[in-house]
């Protein structure tokens, strides 16, 4: 099963590649894409959403489908990865010859405390799919059927060696700031730690996008200023 690929904004502007959160469609990013369009670049969104079900093989969303998302984009690109869409980004960065600046948008590292919570894929109503490599914390998840390949262990994140935007959301209590943190901690390179408050309640992380496209805007001008490094 291959992801489908949503292209929006001028064809000829710098392109963001998104990855984004799991049962998230492309859809329900228009208020962050159009931020990103309205900033000047364009948008390439590649859709996990109909993959939200077995059978969970994220192998070729890695190796395959964000790279060339990325030769796509060419000269100037951004990759943003929202939730689990960023560690897809981090490893997809890790595993690729040159890699643009990674954003990673309320992506990170549960406590074990956070384990004993609800899990996201719960929430979601994905309570079937289970733990990518050591990746499994993030979900709090108890099954090993996520299909990876060996380029998702965590260990990998070290090989990353581009710039990285690490983005936490206020009142994300799927994925507070602390998490973040956990994962910036898994990178050997720079990363900027940013917080936004979007004023969604009472758990920012799946209303967030819908919350204030007025913060998105802001935020899209502060990721899109990342790429400069690759000029």
Known sequence: MSSDVVRLGNPDAPAVVIVPELAVSARQLRPLTDAWTA?????????????????????????????????????????????FGGHLSLFAAASMDTAPPVATIAAGIPSDDDAAKPTLLERLGLGDLAKLGDVGRVFGAKRDSIAVGGIADLARLAEVRTRVLAVAIDDDRTMPAAAVDRLADQLDVPVVRVDVATGAKPDAHLRWVAASPGRLAEGAGLLAGQEGDQN
């Open 39 to 83: 900033a000047g670049r364009r948008v390439i969104v590649i859709d996990l959403y109909g993959r939200s079900r077995p059978p969970f093989d994220y192998t070729d969303v890695i190796a395959q489908e964000i790279p060339d998302a990325v030769a796509e984009a060419g000269r100037g690109a951004l990759l943003a990865g929202y939730g």
